[in-house]
């Protein structure tokens, strides 16, 4: 069966530090792979989705950055942490296919409780 | 622009009741569309998920309906049990496309 970690489960960060949150998806291949920013009482925005390694697209302008070195492995990063990028980060994966069809979902990671101050 | 709406934002329901959630959405062309469970500081879980030839779908005490034509969907939850607190979240693709356009949610309180 497929899995997906998500770490660290919480964060708390000082202004200007860096980040690194991990993902990996077990159980499958070739995924398509997704980091998703909840702010406190908002939706999930999209931040980056990969279909590849190394193909990263990124959504919304920002402080952060996501890399793919390996098929299964999703990283987002900062070099210098701001306040305004606290919130709920979430992982998710979904079966490559061009397109989300009527068979196949999105699986979230239990999500990353980021604080900076 | 592509957008989903979910209304309400909140709602307050007794224990042992039905409550149902709307969602309206603008996204074309429509491929999907999903509802989720999101319990507090947890990740998503899928509940069902439709596509446009779809007008029912249940999951147990969960139905959720489609209206491709009014873009309107909704979730119907039957006897809700102290559990069934959480937000819950619709979502819809866009054809050809791997990317998920999610509404707000609406939050979902049962008391005793």
């Known amino acids: 069966s497929q899995t997906i970690h998500q770490w660290p489960a919480t964060l708390v960060q000082p202004v200007g530090s860096p980040l690194s949150l991990e993902c990996t998806v077990e159980?499958?291949?070739?995924?398509?792979l997704y980091w998703y920013r909840q702010a406190a009482g908002r939706g999930l925005q999209l931040l980056f989705y990969?279909?590849?390694?190394?193909?990263i697209s990124s959504e919304v302008p920002q402080n952060l950055s996501a890399s793919r070195p390996q098929d299964r492995q999703f990283i987002l990063s900062s070099k210098k942490l701001l306040l305004s990028d606290s919130g709920f980060y979430l992982c998710?994966?979904?079966?490559?296919?061009?397109?989300?069809?009527?068979?196949?979902?999105?699986?979230f990671g239990q999500g990353t409780r980021l604080t900076v101050v | 622009k592509n957008q989903v709406e979910q209304s309400p934002q909140s709602l307050i329901i007794l224990e042992g009741k039905n409550c149902t959630l709307q969602c309206n959405y603008t996204v074309s062309p429509f491929s999907n569309l999903r509802w989720y469970k999101q319990d507090t500081g947890r990740g998503p879980v899928s509940l069902t998920i439709?596509?446009?030839?779809?007008n029912t779908k249940s999951n147990g005490r969960y139905t959720a309906t489609l209206d491709a034509d009014t873009k309107q969907s909704s979730l119907h939850i039957t006897a809700s049990q102290l559990s069934d607190s959480a937000s819950y979240i619709c979502v819809v693709s866009r054809l050809n496309t791997d990317k998920l356009i999610f509404g707000t949610g609406t939050r979902l309180q049962v008391f005793p």
């Open positions: 998710a994966w979904s079966v490559r296919g061009g397109s989300p069809t009527a068979n196949t979902e999105a699986f």
């Open positions: 159980g499958t291949s070739n995924p398509n």
């Open positions: 990969s279909v590849g390694i190394g193909q």
């Open positions: 439709m596509t446009f030839s779809e």
